[in-house]
């Protein structure tokens, strides 16, 4: 009855030494860390396709650019995707740039290109962020718990020196504490890795979206009057 009470995991970790005890708690930090990005992500990601979806069915639904452009300058920051986004850089220089004496029609098709892919670059900086710390969380975890199960069995060891005879009852509380820091970095690290191949998947996807409606928005531009 004593072994398993000693073998809890809660008082395996209130009597870790105290090197692993910072090993469980740095785990337990980044892993709360990475929950949060990953709900903030997971909302992101679903926000900005919903949002490409439906600026896409607008864009396709209603010739009148100008409308359309208007529409985006009404709508608050929160509700205007990184798609419609694009289409507003592009659309407000190339009418920039129309009005401009002297350019012809090549460089105003270039301005606006440049536009909307400098627009694209920043809304794609802004879908990726945080993903960099989940594939880092997802790689490095193992390795820090790993370090506090080395460390907690080589303790366990030590303290065997001065045992004349050792038993399970000595070693098990020793070898568990010490699996605990290893089960804590799997922990932290599997949803960190599941979390960031979904979504960098999911973000692929729309940079591919984006990158065909620049192409798709350039047409349309050079078919204008």
């Keep these: ?26 785990l337990l930090v980044v ?28 864009f396709w639904g209603n010739p009148n650019l100008n409308a359309l452009y208007l529409q985006a300058g009404n709508k608050s920051r929160r509700d205007v995707g990184a798609l419609e986004r694009i289409f507003a850089s592009g659309f407000a220089e190339y009418v920039k ?23 694209y670059q920043r809304e794609m900086d802004h879908l990726e ?20 199960t080395v460390w907690g069995i080589m ?31 799997l922990f932290a690290a599997i949803p960190a890795v599941v979390a960031y191949n979904r979504y960098a998947h999911d973000i692929t996807r729309l940079a591919s979206r984006f990158e065909s409606f620049i192409e798709e928005f350039s047409n349309v531009l050079q078919r204008q009057p």
Aim: charged share 15%.
């Design 129 to 148: 962020s945080h993903l960099s710390f989940l594939a880092t969380v997802g790689s490095v975890s193992p390795y820090i718990g790993l370090l506090g």
């Design 31 to 58: 892993s709360l860390m990475s929950w949060w990005y990953i709900f903030l992500k997971m909302f992101a990601v679903r926000a900005a396709v919903s949002q490409a979806l439906e600026f896409e069915d607008a």
């Design 97 to 119: 740039l129309k009005k401009t004496h002297g350019v012809d029609s090549a460089a105003v098709m270039d301005g606006a290109r440049r536009a909307m892919r400098a627009k």
């Design 1 to 26: 009855m004593d072994l398993i009470q000693d073998l809890s995991l809660i008082h395996l970790i209130a009597n870790a030494s105290l090197p692993v005890q910072l090993v469980m708690g740095l």
């Design 155 to 185: 303790n366990a060891f030590r303290g065997l020196t001065s045992v004349g005879q050792a038993t399970l009852a000595q070693v098990a509380p020793g070898i568990a504490e010490a699996l605990v820091a290893t089960a804590m970095g």
